[in-house]
């Protein structure tokens, strides 16, 4: 933040003009103390002259001895005198710099509290401002981003339940008389500047507040493990160490794997942000993981290389939505209550499952418009699934699971059907144009009605060697 910063140089200047006042004072009587230890040299020189002279007189002597025996007395008296002055002077000095940095010090403490207050008020304006008309609640929602930066640490988990009570606002859908302006207070317009300033308080409070929590735990269990002071120095260096050498050995490999071991102390019902409205949002590349959204509107929300590890999407309303590029798991996935026209282009779900988890012949899973172009899809599972004018252009399907899946205006454009599985499934105004390995998919049972693409003598041939079942209209 930069008040803190010119703080800091404000306080690096007067500590450096300190330290500097108190050397010119020690060096300015140490150098002189110097230079009068030089002056008894010549008169030294001279004694010795006197003494070697054949003609001295021994009275003479005597008292040029006693003199000299007098100057050095008064020299090394002196030069006491000069040590007890300076280190009188030095200590004088260090008590002025000390009492300057005592000043200091509670100048800044006192800015520190009043920056305290201002910030406390700014805060309390913000929310009194999300209370007010839509104007003020836009501006009020702008504003708590401020909280989100260093320095607000105390406000993450604040601004974070204020952006999702905020969201649970009700969604008026739009109509003839209402086409997405509404001006009420009771009800938020699905596309406003209000729900998207707020979904970017959501989306940036939310890794905030988690990274809070996983410290939290980390510090209590930390507390569990007290060992004694020498010990815990040494297992901390040591652990520092070994951290440093595992990160710098694994690093390319596997960058996210100490970060994922750290989100497993975070456990998603502790932020709850069920039932959120964030339709018609923009929020690109939010980091969502483990992130409790169950009964939410996510309803044409721009999701792009997203992240939802282990976030739980249960009874979502995910309408709509682009999900190209984002990080998600199937089996969270499947558990939304809608999933109609979601883009999943150009994905990875080799293997996943979308099929029902439930016993067979309930609750099976309902695809309809969904996007899968160019999608990596080996090996998915799709058994007894209804899919409804899904897109598979372009996309991976060997070794698919069709089996008693009912496809309904599916799009098989170009696709490689090598391995697919259509065995008992129902297959109305399917697109096959220029498919490829259309005889090396098994047919069994698979009942065709209206597919596009293959003409007469083709449909006869899987008809005849594939075991599947024309049904002319």
């Known amino acids: 933040m930069r008040w803190r910063k010119r703080d800091v140089r404000k ?8 330290l500097l006042l108190l050397v010119l004072i020690v060096w300015v009587p140490v150098s002189a103390a110097d230079a009068y230890e030089v002056t008894p040299g010549p008169a030294t020189s001279v004694t010795a002259t006197v003494q070697a002279s054949p003609t ?26 000069l040590f007890w002055n300076g280190l009188t002077a030095f200590i004088s000095a260090l008590l002025v710099v000390l009492g300057g940095l005592l000043g200091f010090a509670r100048w800044l403490r006192e800015q ?26 836009i501006g009020g929602a702008v504003m708590l981003r401020t909280f989100l930066l260093p320095g607000y640490e105390k406000y993450y988990s604040q601004v974070f339940d204020l952006a999702v009570v905020n969201l649970r606002t009700p969604v008026e859908p ?7 302006n509404d001006t009420s207070d009771n009800f938020e317009p699905p596309n406003s500047q209000l729900r998207q300033a707020l979904s970017v308080l959501f989306k940036e409070a939310f890794p905030l507040v988690r990274e ?8 209590q269990q930390r507390a569990k493990q007290r060992v004694p002071l020498t010990l815990a120095f040494l297992k901390g260096l040591f652990t520092k160490m070994f951290r440093w050498f595992v990160r710098w050995l694994v690093r390319r490999q596997d960058p996210d794997r100490l970060s994922e071991k750290r989100l497993n102390l975070f456990k998603s ?6 039932d959120v409205k964030l339709d018609k949002t923009f929020l690109y590349e939010a980091d969502l993981r483990k992130a409790y959204l169950r009964s939410a509107s996510l309803r044409s929300v721009r999701l792009e290389h997203a992240d939802f590890g282990s976030a739980n999407l249960e009874g979502a309303d995910l309408e709509e939505v682009d999900l190209r590029g984002a990080s998600l798991e199937v089996e969270k996935l499947i558990k939304a209550r809608c999933l109609k026209g979601v883009n999943l282009s150009e994905q990875n779900f080799e293997g996943k499952s979308f099929s029902s988890p439930t016993k067979v012949g309930q609750g099976q899973i309902t695809l309809e418009r969904v996007q ?48 697919v599985h259509f065995e008992d499934a129902i297959l109305t105004g399917v697109d096959l144009t220029d498919v490829r390995n259309l005889y090396k998919a098994t047919w069994n049972k698979a009942k065709l009605k209206g597919v596009k693409g293959q003409n007469e003598e083709q449909l006869k041939t899987l008809n005849k060697e594939k075991g599947a ?5």
């Not at 306080?11 to 300190?18: E, P, S």
């Open 469 to 473: 079942i024309i049904i002319n209209e």
């Open 112 to 137: 520190g509290i009043g920056r305290e207050k201002r910030d406390e008020d700014r805060f309390q304006s913000a929310i009194q401002g999300l209370g007010g008309n839509r104007g003020q609640k």
């Open 11 to 18: 306080a690096g200047i007067a500590l450096a003009g300190m």
């Open 372 to 419: 899968f172009e160019s999608a990596k899809l080996s090996r998915a599972q799709f058994y007894q699934s209804t899919l409804i004018n899904v897109n598979f252009k372009g996309a991976e399907l060997e070794g698919v699971n069709f089996q008693s899946a009912t496809l309904t205006g599916v799009d098989l454009t170009g696709v490689d059907l090598e391995g």
């Open 56 to 81: 001295a007189d021994t009275t003479m002597t005597a008292l040029q001895e006693e003199k000299l025996r007098q100057d050095i007395n008064q020299s090394q008296h002196s030069l006491h005198n």
């Open 174 to 180: 739009a109509s003839e008389d209402n086409p997405g």
């Open 212 to 219: 809070q929590y996983i410290k939290r735990k980390e510090e």
């Open 269 to 274: 019902t502790s932020l709850d942000a069920s």
